[in-house]
């Protein structure tokens, strides 16, 4: 590409920048009649390759590990939420806080597991998800 070439390139460039969203459509719908092509192929092209790049997000954590690291300093009132959270007996819950860090709960929702979370460290406790 020649010197010049590259500066009206860069001037058209810098002009549809300038743009508004509406003039910009326009802009499309002219080149289009203008030249008989359409931007569909190349926009199904664009959706298939960001669709990749989406499944990666797509395959975000769907399943989460509640984890306590800490019980602070009121071991007690982390004992009683942790058993109305899991339904464990007394000495089963207070063995989980004697032994931290310990998996509460499994393969839990994000809603969930955040709702475990917000309540456990409401009473001082340290909690992970994972």
Same mark, same amino acid.
């Given at each position: 590409?020649?010197?010049?070439?590259?500066?009206?390139?860069?001037?058209?460039? !810098? /002009?549809?920048?300038?743009? %508004? =969203?509406?003039?910009? $459509?326009?802009?499309? #719908?002219?080149? *289009?009649?203008?030249?008989?092509?359409?931007?569909?192929?190349?926009?199904?092209?664009?959706?298939?390759?960001?669709?990749?790049?989406?499944?990666?997000?797509? !395959? /975000?954590?769907?399943?989460? %590990? =509640?984890?306590?690291? $800490?019980?602070?300093? #009121?071991?007690? *009132?982390?004992?009683?939420?942790?058993?109305?959270?899991?339904?464990?007996?007394?000495?089963?819950?207070?063995?989980?806080?004697?032994?931290?860090?310990?998996?509460?709960?499994?393969?839990?929702?994000?809603?969930?597991?955040?709702?475990?979370?917000? #309540?456990?460290?409401?009473?001082?406790?340290?909690?992970?998800?994972?």
């Amino acid at each position: 590409m020649t010197t010049t070439a590259k500066k009206s390139v860069d001037t058209l460039v !810098e /002009e549809i920048g300038n743009l %508004t =969203v509406l003039e910009l $459509s326009e802009l499309v #719908k002219a080149l *289009q009649d203008k030249f008989g092509v359409s931007a569909a192929a190349p926009v199904q092209v664009m959706a298939q390759a960001s669709g990749d790049a989406g499944a990666a997000k797509a !395959e /975000e954590k769907t399943e989460f %590990t =509640v984890t306590m690291t $800490s019980c602070g300093d #009121k071991k007690i *009132q982390v004992l009683k939420v942790l058993r109305e959270l899991t339904g464990l007996g007394l000495k089963d819950a207070k063995d989980m806080i004697d032994n931290l860090p310990k998996d509460i709960k499994e393969n839990m929702s994000k809603e969930e597991a955040q709702n475990m979370k917000s #309540k456990l460290e409401e009473v001082g406790a340290s909690i992970e998800l994972k």
